[in-house]
Structures are given as structure tokens and as C-alpha cells.
């Protein structure tokens, strides 16, 4: 099952918006969210906070995306879960 959304977050003072796709995989899910044109995906861990992880296909390209972006991200995505 996959439902788009927009994911809207603040950071350096601007309002950012990503698009961003629910994939749920039997007891679990994972949120892709399309960033600078890379799909990184956003996974809870064991305290239900979201970590992300980048495909080995796109690292070359992932220097593009700055940290601070997908932290703020994972926190909005915390929020959104609770």
C-alpha cells in the first residue's frame, strides 16, 4: 500500500515542502521522502524515532542534502506518528 503526502518543515527560517510516500512492509513501515531529488527513506528505530537511510546508488549524489534537513524532517515525522 503507498499513500502520497506533502510533508511541510521549517528550517532556517523557511517553510519547506517535500513530497513524501507511506510504504508499509508486513509489521513495519517506512516513509520515502523525495529529497533534492533523492529518495531517501525514513525508518523508525526501537524508540520510535526516524532515522534515514540513502540507497548505495545514491551517495555520490546525497552530498546535495544537507543534514540539518533530514533531522528536521525525522522530527516533523515523529511528530506526525505520535
Given at each position: 500500500?503507498?499513500?502520497s503526502?506533502?510533508?511541510?518543515?521549517?528550517?532556517?527560517?523557511?517553510?519547506?515542502?517535500?513530497?513524501?510516500?507511506?510504504?508499509?512492509?508486513?509489521?513495519?513501515?517506512?516513509?520515502?521522502?523525495?529529497?533534492?531529488?533523492?529518495?531517501?527513506?525514513?525508518?523508525?528505530?526501537?524508540e520510535?524515532?526516524?532515522?534515514?537511510?540513502i540507497s548505495?546508488?545514491?551517495?555520490?549524489?546525497?552530498?546535495?542534502?544537507?543534514?540539518?534537513?533530514?533531522?528536521a524532517?525525522?522530527?516533523?515525522?515523529?511528530?506526525?506518528?505520535?
Amino acid at each position: 500500500m503507498e499513500d502520497s503526502f506533502m510533508i511541510e518543515i521549517a528550517y532556517q527560517d523557511k517553510q519547506l515542502e517535500f513530497e513524501a510516500r507511506l510504504r508499509i512492509t508486513g509489521y513495519t513501515h517506512k516513509i520515502e521522502v523525495i529529497v533534492e531529488d533523492i529518495p531517501v527513506l525514513f525508518e523508525p528505530d526501537e524508540e520510535r524515532t526516524y532515522r534515514a537511510l540513502i540507497s548505495p546508488e545514491h551517495t555520490e549524489t546525497s552530498h546535495k542534502i544537507k543534514p540539518g534537513i533530514l533531522e528536521a524532517i525525522a522530527q516533523k515525522l515523529e511528530l506526525l506518528t505520535r
